[in-house]
């Protein structure tokens, strides 16, 4: 079946860096576009970044446009998310979204993407 398996949360202090992964099975991750998500305590699930299909085609929030990057590695059927310069407000569980196949590129609603993971937490505190 299909799984997604977000890792590499954990504790940063302000300032510093934090890469986080999504390991994909169960189809051809290698066709699929993917995103990343968040979600804060006691808010609604936002958009963070998305890559298409071969990686050409990125797209950010402006929350984090310049400081975080999205990257993926279709030999490992992983997605990754570099978060640098991190801040308190980055606080939340970050999540993995996977398109529908055949769908090129990604995308920042949120009821475009078919399959999730579990979610990794990141928490910014000194």
């Known amino acids: 079946q299909v799984q997604l398996v977000e890792s590499g949360g954990g504790l940063v202090q302000p300032g510093g860096s934090l890469r986080v992964s999504c390991v994909v099975s169960?189809?051809?991750?290698?066709?699929?576009?993917m995103g990343w998500y968040r979600q804060a305590p006691g808010k609604q699930r936002e958009f963070v970044a998305s890559?298409?299909?071969?990686?050409?085609?990125?797209n950010y929030a402006d929350s984090v446009k310049g400081r975080f990057t999205i990257s993926r590695d279709n030999t490992k059927n992983t997605v990754y998310l570099q978060m640098n310069n991190l801040a308190p407000e980055d606080t939340a569980v970050y999540y993995c979204?996977?398109?529908?196949?055949?769908?090129?590129?990604?995308?920042?609603?949120?009821?475009?993407?078919?399959?999730w993971g579990q979610g990794t937490q990141v928490t910014v505190s000194s």
């Open positions: 979204g996977a398109r529908d196949r055949d769908q090129y590129y990604g995308s920042n609603r949120e009821r475009d993407y078919l399959y």
């Open positions: 169960g189809f051809a991750f290698s066709s699929v576009a």
């Open positions: 890559i298409s299909v071969f990686g050409s085609n990125k």
